[in-house]
């Protein structure tokens, strides 16, 4: 499957963003879809997680709990991250993922994902 996130851009603290995930390629509601993100010198951290079945079941860093919301639309092949109150600490490039092996234990974790897009970059200004 081929990712391709848009969304990112500059904003002040406070402000909202949303990002998308357009996938192509294998039938994407097979895949537990996941956001992480990245600041220069730091390793890629884990943001949200939605799974494909099951009603969708959610996860959430604790950084990012109750100011983002991850959603999927399975028929326009297309994951959302809705990022609220943002600050200037959420500033990094964000990555959409996906995988077909990941497990509760290890959703949260990047090397369990096996596709991923290209990266988009926000900034939060303080």
């Known amino acids: 499957v081929q990712l391709q996130a848009c969304g990112g851009g500059l904003v002040q603290a406070g402000d909202s963003l949303r990002l998308s995930c357009a996938a192509s390629?294998?039938?994407?509601?097979?895949?537990?879809m996941g956001w992480f993100r990245q600041t220069p010198g730091k390793e890629r951290e884990f943001v949200a997680a939605?799974?494909?079945?099951?009603?969708?079941?959610?996860y959430y860093a604790d950084s990012v709990k109750g100011r983002f919301t991850i959603s999927r639309d399975n028929a326009a092949n297309t994951v959302y991250l809705q990022m609220n109150s943002l600050t200037p600490e959420d500033t990094a490039v964000y990555y959409c993922?996906?995988?077909?092996?990941?497990?509760?234990?290890?959703?949260?974790?990047?090397?369990?994902?096996?596709?991923w897009g290209q990266g988009t970059l926000v900034t939060v200004s303080s």
């Open positions: 390629g294998r039938p994407f509601s097979s895949y537990t």
């Open positions: 993922s996906a995988s077909r092996r990941v497990i509760t234990s290890t959703i949260r974790i990047s090397q369990y994902y096996d596709h």
């Open positions: 939605i799974r494909w079945s099951g009603g969708g079941n959610t």
